[in-house]
């Protein structure tokens, strides 16, 4: 459905070349929440607004429905673009009209009566769950409730496609979660492709399927949401998949408690990591029978990743250091995802 190939943009001041986005290719297929995550200055936003030109790039080629945007006249353009709504942080609303007014601006062109373009607008701003506030202004309504209003609107030329930039890092963790999932069900119910753009993983986990992770203009991973929580291969994806789950904040914790010694050879405390009906509890039980070590689970949890059950375990395992060094890649064969936090930092 998106096809985003070879994508650079440059950005020229005072004579100095700054590359934002630099070489980055991937693929939305039609259906797909596809979540785009980066720290500020990533270049996330700069990407994503190529997808329907506001931003053009300096090279590398836009396939939107199997069309090069960057080939289309002008009217053309114009008219892919309606084809693709847009959501922002600060939900860009026009405070000098009503809600229902902001939904009917862009349907301005459209051939529909005026009186259709009003029930178009009402069945909208009713699908977001906020008919009632049609007759007042945007400075009236809440964050969360300004942002449905940005979707309806975004929804007025029966988008295919719908982009979010950081559209819910303005809103408070509650309300980001009903504007999350008020997007899960457009994308189900109408078979809407969402490209979400977001610094908070936990935004990610909630409802995308597929998830990019951008470093300094490139994208330096990308998978299924599984593959990503489950195997995060890049340093930087780690991190904000501990953060999502939280767990770099509690093995903090256990460490400051002196849950264990870090001088001492025969403890380590060791983080596992497991996807679906796992057999990490058996596997705890053998590294016991097999190899004599002791193990204390010290904090877990189970979430779910698209119905999925992932699993995290922080262990502290006791015994010889060579037992302890059997045990761990007795473990790694077995498939638990496994890592021995760092000793030095303690
Ligand atoms: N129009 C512009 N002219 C010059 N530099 C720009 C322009 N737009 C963005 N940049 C630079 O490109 C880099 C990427 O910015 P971008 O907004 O895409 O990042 P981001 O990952 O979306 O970050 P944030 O979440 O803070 O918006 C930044 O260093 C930014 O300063």
Redesign the pocket.
Known sequence: MIDLKHISVV?E?DRKR?T?VDDVSLKVDEGDVFGIV?Y????????VRTINLLQPPTSGEVIVSGEDLTKLPVKELRQRRKKIGMIFQHFNLMNARTILGNVLYPLKDSKLSDADKEKKAMDLLRLVGIEEKAHSYPRELSGGQKQRVAIARALANDPKILLCD?ATSALDPRTTTSILHLLKRLNKEMNLTIVL?T?EMQAVKEICNKVAV?ESGRVVESGSLIDIFANPQEEITQQFVNTASHWDETIDKLKDHGYFNADDPTSELIHLRYIGASATNPVLNDVFTKFHVKTNILSGSIEFLEDVPFGNLVVLFEGSPDAIKQAKQYMIDQNVDLRVVDKEVI
């Open positions: 950005f001041k700054f934002a980066g500020s200055g990533a270049g996330k936003s700069t990407l950081e753009i610094h951008m």
